[in-house]
């Protein structure tokens, strides 16, 4: 038997997979916890890296393994391979004056031109230009610039302080796509320039089956988050992926380079050789964790509930900006209820409202990823939430394309591994993605017009 490794390192922890290179089954795993907070130092990924290999038993049988990660994460190295500072991390938003401050320099639809995005405070230019104009010092001694998964494939692989070849760095279209600084014509340096103060060494490109080497072993390119899952969920063109974390993602598989100059829709690119235009949301399973909590359920309690009151909920509208919201742009907004009467302020109206209200706000924002001429012809709904039965059901309401939702799974570490297989063998994997469940498509357009107006409305307020 061949085995294949793929790994996840997020936000939270390291995940780590192998699996049979035949058929995609998983043979072993192991896990480690990461260090809370939106600023690391990359020395605990590292650690976190070594345990969780060591849980799945180790690399040793193992032919080949490829690493995704959280994307955006700054990773400053000097010349000779040391972390300047901790990194800053996708979730770290102190670089908002920043991304603001570079999109008046350059333009937004400038950027969108040159690299697919709109800088906002999640992406490492923002970031760069923060730690230029807050910590000069650092910015100066910056040789390098990676990112999680471009450090952590680049430790795997031998180099470091103690080896510091910073021309062995080396990356993905996915994540490189999400620096502000990468796009169809590969690295801008005058926009690395114009964040950082000067130029770097960025870690070199490979293409989607590219692989280097750690002595025996075939390591692939790695990937962002949101591209290795697509992978792990054989998503091709055509197929859209909405992720009901804590907060929310939409990405779609397309040929097309995709570009968006109002910011709505970041045009990343995908691990295959295609883009992934994906938006986000701050609010996701987080509004079934304060209605459910509100009321006093479990989530499977609320789910039930929501199944008691009729699709639309009698005209009950949640506009879930809790904490306030990345799409639409506004974060210092709130969440609002609209259209209680006597007769509908119920628990079951509100629990249905909770969850019609997460999904119609991701139903949003595939409206303005198909507006950009993309086609969507199936749903995969992934993350703890999809795995309630109502969540599902009304999901299948509110959107208007087929829904399926896979079993549970490690997705983003599945989709490393299977390219890994694909540097391995030069063919990309026919592994099966198990379904757990099918809902009949019943779309009821009238929810997500309920919610557009009450949405509408919220944002005027």
Known sequence: MTLVAGVDSSTQSCKVVVVDLATGEIVRTGRAAHPAGTEVDPEAWWVALQAAIADAGGLDDVAAVSIGGQQHGMVVLDAQGRVIRPALLWNDTRSAEAAAALVDEVGAAEYARRTGVVPVASFTATKLRWLRDAEPAHAARVAAVALPHDWLTWRLRGFGPDAPQLDELVTDRSDASGTAYWGPDGYDHELLTRALGHDAVLPRVLEPAGSVRAGSLVVGAGAGDNAAAALGLDARPGDVVVSLGTSGTVFAVTDAPVADASGTVAGFADAAGGSLPLIATLNAARVLDAVAGLLDVTHDELGALALLAPPGSSGVVLVPWFEGERTPNLPDARASVSGLSLATTTRPHLARAAIEGM???????????????????????????????????????????????????????????????????????????????????????????????????????
């Open 359 to 461: 999904l119609c706000s991701l139903a949003l924002g595939l409206e303005a990823i198909r507006t950009l001429g993309v086609q969507a012809h199936r749903i995969r709904l992934i993350g703890g939430a999809a795995q309630n039965p109502a969540v599902a059901q009304i999901a299948a309401q509110v959107f208007d394309v087929p829904v399926t939702v896979p079993t549970p799974g490690e997705y983003v570490a599945l989709g490393a591994a299977r390219q890994a297989a694909w540097a391995l063998t030069g063919e990309r994997p026919d592994w099966a993605v198990p379904v757990a469940a099918t809902p009949a498509v019943d779309t009821r357009p009238e929810i997500l017009e309920a919610y557009r107006s009450a949405a509408d409305a919220a944002a005027r307020s």
